[in-house]
């Protein structure tokens, strides 16, 4: 287990989702999701990256995809149930969320947002996804945290 335990920790642990914590070393920086799995000795299609879009209607929806992919605006407002969505800005990312970029998790934001998880998490036995701190992943079974932040499971990235 590392040293530093996250409120991603803490919440999987109250709703007693099992979790392996994963730590790799970073400096002041945010590294790209593909080193990330490298330095970890993860296959990327495992570790996932989350995303927070602000859709035509205004409401914002978080989705996580594999850090070897890009979303696909349009399969992601789809999956929303939005006309169109597009990326925030960086600088909107921790007011709203409560995290940075690099340490973005789906789990444990300010306000609970509709979620989607890649499609392709269902067919993991685990993923692994940031425990809301540069530096630190948490990997469990994707339909436990799909379950814990109430998300769909739906394609959302290019081809």
């Not at 993923?127 to 436990?144: L, N």
């Not at 998300?151 to 990235?157: E, L, R, W």
Request: proline fraction near 6%; charged fraction near 25%; charge should be positive.
């Amino acid at each position: 287990m590392p040293l530093v335990k996250t409120n991603v920790m803490r919440i999987l642990e109250q709703h007693k989702i099992p979790y392996t914590a994963h730590e790799y070393p970073y400096g002041k920086d945010a590294v790209d999701g593909e080193t990330v799995a490298r330095m970890l000795g993860q296959d990327p299609a495992r570790v996932f990256k989350t995303l927070v879009a602000r859709g035509k209607s205004g409401g914002y929806h978080v989705f996580a995809v594999p850090v070897d992919k890009e979303l696909d605006l349009k399969k992601a407002a789809k999956a929303a149930g939005e006309k169109a969505v597009e990326l925030i800005h960086v600088k909107e990312l921790l007011p709203l969320t409560g995290y940075v970029r690099g340490g973005c998790s789906p789990v444990g934001m300010k306000k609970a947002f509709s979620t989607v998880f890649d499609a392709s998490a269902a067919a993991q036995e685990t993923i692994m996804v940031s425990a809301g701190k540069i530096g630190y992943q948490v990997e469990c079974a994707p339909q436990a945290l799909a379950a814990l932040v109430r998300a769909d499971f739906a394609p959302v990235t290019a081809d």
